[in-house]
């Protein structure tokens, strides 16, 4: 006859020699498809994914409607911006149109996103900045943008260029606004052919 405890005496030990091993079997799966690492420090930051980001945004000059302008961001390290990302999207409804989109990492870590339109002000602000009202305004290389700004998420700032509207919204701090909306003031439109 076998002695197994009835089991209202299990107890907390019971419990973690039976799990162990479960736990254990884990871990080197994982291991084993390096999935996971551990480290003492806390997290680490992982590389930045490479985007053209200059490629594409004269691919997107030649095919959009509208132009399109590539912002002369500081590439050069303590201060570089880089590219990580890039989409192109179609805004629906009323005032709607194509949107090219680049998302830079900026020199803290922060991403910064950069959307080019030909869809309104209205639109752009109804889809990347919540419908929010406008909070205020901030003037850069000439350009008045309009700011959608409110406690607890990422602040969003629109300009119309007359026959594009941009858009640039991010997690980063006040220097980033200004770096990027300067950025893109002082851009001249690329050549569409």
Known sequence: MSYQKPRTQHDYKDLFWSLAPLVLICLVIAGIASQCSFSTGGPTQGAIPKFDAKAAL????????????LPALPDQDPNKWTPNSGSHDTITGNGGGDTSTVGFITPEGTYMQLTQSNASVDALAKKYANGRAPSGSEVRADHKWT???????????????????????GAGNANAFNTLSTAVGQAQPLPRG
């Open 58 to 69: 004269t691919d997107d000059a030649r095919l959009m409607s509208f132009p399109i302008r």
């Open 147 to 169: 700011v959608y700004a409110e406690q607890g998420s990422e602040p969003a700032w629109i300009t119309d260029f007359g026959d594009v509207r941009v858009l640039i919204k």
